[in-house]
């Protein structure tokens, strides 16, 4: 739906010269929920304002919905646009008019009649839960009912495509999931797909199919987050199941084992001591919802070598589980 091929842009030029973005290429399904995320100035923003080119591209290509937007010309460009929503961190919204108004606005834009405008406003205001508030002004509400105007204004043209820029990063915690929900809802029943930039993992955690880490202008890792948990040195994994610190003057043997799908819940680490005749040591354990499936992860120690653990480890592997050696050599 969304693929981007190649994609590199440069800020500056000489001393002041900064790659934002370094051969990027990612590809977003239909009906995803995509999320990039990496740490301040990785290349984020750029990257998805590449998208609806508010950012053009050095080299490289980006395709939308079969159209291929990096060779549009500004009056095709603009008719594009009607099919990419964007909502933003500050929700950009405009103060002198109500909720109602803002929303009108987006479809005034794209030459809606005032009759239409009205029932369409009214439509996606309802879809958003901000029905009973068509009237207010922005000022008069929430962070989070803001967010929501700026959600019902990037649905109003009906796109396929949503941007979404850090569009929780200004919302406390409980707010930040009501959102997450309602963009998670307007996945489903509009089959719209979502591109989104975060660098909060709670974000990708909760709402994202897929994922991609962003390091220095450079893509370090993307795929499925189901797959992503069962890739061993998956660094997206360790972000989405963090188990606190290895300890430090260690004898024995440090494992992390992933569970997912069926595996999550039988007795692995009783079976094991039994079987092996080891004591077991958990010094982590995490168990979260990934892309809607249940997954754990459990940092155990086991005494002795890798080596001396050879069958206990290969026991675990051979039960499906993904295992990988914290500490000890590598087996
Ligand atoms: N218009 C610009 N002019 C010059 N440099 C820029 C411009 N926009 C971005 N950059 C630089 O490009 C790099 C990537 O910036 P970008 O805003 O894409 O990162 P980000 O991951 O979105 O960061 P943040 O999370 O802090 O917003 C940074 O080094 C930034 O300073």
Redesign the pocket.
């Known amino acids: 739906m969304i693929s981007i091929s190649h994609v590199s842009k440069t ?2 030029v000489g001393d ?1 010269r ?1 790659v ?2 370094d051969d990027v290429s990612l590809e977003v399904g239909r009906g995803e929920i995509f999320g990039v995320v ?10 998805i ?1 590449t998208v609806n080119l508010l ?1 053009r591209p050095d080299s490289g290509e980006i395709t939308v919905d079969g159209r291929l937007i990096t060779s549009l010309g500004d009056r095709e460009l603009r008719i594009a646009r009607q099919g990419i929503g964007m909502i933003f961190q500050h929700f950009n919204l405009l103060s002198s008019r109500t909720v109602r108004g803002n929303v009108e606005l987006a479809l005034e834009v794209v030459g809606v009649d005032g009759r239409e405008r009205r029932i369409r406003a009214g439509e996606i205001l309802e879809l958003v839960g901000l029905e009973g508030k068509a009237d207010a002004y922005p000022a008069q509400l929430s962070g989070g009912q803001k967010q929501r105007i700026g959600i019902a204004r990037s649905l109003a043209a009906r796109p396929s495509v949503l941007l979404s820029d ?1 569009a929780t990063s200004a919302l406390d915690p409980e707010t930040t999931r009501s959102i997450l929900e309602l963009l998670r809802t307007i996945n489903r029943e509009l089959g719209l797909t979502v591109l989104l ?1 975060t ?1 909060e993992m709670d974000v990708v955690k909760s709402v994202c199919d897929s994922a991609a880490l ?1 390091e220095g ?1 450079r893509i370090a890792e993307q795929g499925r987050l189901v797959e992503l948990i069962s890739t061993p040195g998956s660094r997206l994994a360790r972000e989405l199941f963090p188990l606190g610190v290895v300890p430090a003057n260690t004898s024995g043997t440090v494992i992390d084992i992933t569970f997912s799908g069926g595996l999550a819940d039988r007795p692995v680490i009783a079976q094991l001591s039994r079987t092996h005749a080891i004591d077991v040591s958990i010094l982590g354990a995490t168990i979260e919802t990934i892309a809607g499936n249940q997954a754990g992860r459990t940092r155990l120690e086991l005494p002795g070598t890798p080596a001396t653990n050879a069958a206990a480890i290969a026991d675990l592997r051979g039960q499906g589980l993904l295992v990988e050696i914290v500490t000890g050599d590598a087996a």
């Open positions: 800020f500056g002041r900064t934002a973005l990496g740490q301040s100035g990785a290349g984020k923003s750029t990257l304002r950012e850090e930039i660098h962003i202008g």
